[in-house]
């Protein structure tokens, strides 16, 4: 009886969604490794020198957002806009996994690729790009990133058009557009430097 009760309990907490006040504090946390990630890929750039300096000081301009920086392994090109993107998302997961609560990571995934299956009516894990769909950070069920609650989507924008309008930016709303369909416990969020934008778009 009381092993049933155990499994029961178990069962329970695999499938145990946050709750309000757990999402806002995840959100918080985002929020804040966000903007830090930011001032801190920015300051790493201007202790370079050379190349890497920014004629302010503190950011890039639309020039030197343009800027190539490099080759990718597909020979694609580099903006530096793209180069600090990926910096800047890297140094946020790093510390939004460092400061997340031990009891909330099993509630939390990185970068999670979904498609729809027809077949179980619902979406699936995948490791195929085709039509699939990658956000930034999912909350969802514990232990059960189909089971997904909230999507955020972090951005980093570097052209000033873009750090003014985040959600205006080219390909912006399509993309969050598309997260709508999974998120059910809260609305997708976008975030950036600038602060948390909840999306309830069309």
């Known amino acids: 009886m009381v092993q049933a009760i155990r499994v029961g309990q178990g ?24 903007a ?22 503190k950011f890039p301009n639309d020039a030197e957002c343009g800027r190539l920086v490099r080759f990718d392994e597909h020979g694609d090109k580099v903006t530096l806009a793209q180069e600090l993107g990926i910096l800047k998302h890297a140094a946020a997961f790093a510390c939004i996994k ?5 009891e909330l990571r099993d509630n939390f995934s990185v970068e999670p690729r979904y498609k729809g299956d027809p077949e179980v009516n619902g979406t699936i894990l995948t490791n195929h790009k085709p039509d699939s769909l990658k956000p930034d950070v999912v909350l969802h069920a514990t ?60």
């Not at 830090?36 to 000081?57: I, R």
């Not at 205006?168 to 600038?194: F, N, W």
């Open 98 to 102: 460092e400061r997340l609560p031990e």
């Open 36 to 57: 830090q990630a930011h001032a801190d890929v920015n300051a790493a750039y201007q202790k370079q020198g050379g190349k890497f300096q920014f004629k302010n000081g």
């Open 143 to 202: 232990r059960n990133a189909t089971n997904i609650q909230c999507v955020l989507e972090l951005k980093f924008p570097c052209y000033e058009k873009h750090r003014l309008d985040p959600l205006h930016s080219p390909g912006v709303e399509d993309q969050l557009e598309s997260y709508k369909r999974l998120a059910r416990g809260c609305q997708v969020i976008l975030i950036t430097p600038s602060g948390l934008t909840p999306y309830g778009g069309g």
């Open 11 to 34: 069962l329970l907490t695999i499938q145990r969604l946050l709750t309000e006040a757990e999402l806002t504090d995840v959100q918080t946390i985002v929020e804040q490794c966000v």
